[in-house]
């Protein structure tokens, strides 16, 4: 009897622990690929074909991430509606990121990778070009992550 107590309690320990590390994972995945996907949108909307193949490579990749993540993350919570909540959350962070970023406009934001010397003549370029265009992606995220989140309340447990 206490083995199979203790088989039980093992048992649950291990699909917690298992359901926990999917979740992060895939929470990081999905995280990760929305907010790399910010800088990379304007160039494969407006780009001129310098960095196509660069640019072609990266949003494959990212949004592989984000498949990647939402499978991860409905396999350790298995219910639609927690992971429409929380990837209804995660939408609207890199939103929020892309809003600031354009909020404080191009001068405060190259101020600001100046200070850590992160410029380059890559960076400069592509802020003096595509910020207005980072809006127009935080409003398509907005909407997105409200969607996931406002349906979440659609679904039953």
């Given at each position: 009897m206490k083995i199979e107590k203790g088989l039980l309690k093992a048992k649950?320990?291990?699909?917690?622990?298992?359901?926990?590390l999917l979740s992060f994972l895939g929470k990081f995945l999905y995280f990760f690929?929305?907010?790399?996907?910010?800088?990379?949108?304007?160039?494969?909307?407006?780009?001129s074909g310098r960095l196509d193949y660069l640019v072609n490579r990266t949003t494959i990749l990212s949004l592989f991430f984000v498949a990647l993540g939402l499978m991860l993350v409905f396999a350790a919570k298995e219910s639609p509606k927690k992971t429409l909540r929380y990837l209804g959350f995660s939408t609207l962070l890199p939103a929020i990121f892309a809003f600031v970023f354009s909020f404080f406009g191009k001068k405060a934001v190259i101020s600001i990778l100046t200070?850590?010397?992160?410029?380059?003549?890559?960076?400069?370029p592509w802020i003096n070009k595509y910020v207005p265009?980072?809006?127009?992606?935080?409003?398509?995220y907005f909407f997105i992550g409200s969607a996931f989140f406002i349906s979440s309340y659609f679904w039953k447990k």
């Open positions: 649950k320990v291990e699909r917690f622990v298992e359901s926990r690929g929305l907010t790399a996907l910010v800088p990379v949108l304007p160039f494969l909307l407006f780009s200070r850590f010397e992160l410029t380059s003549y890559l960076v400069v265009s980072v809006v127009t992606i935080a409003i398509f």
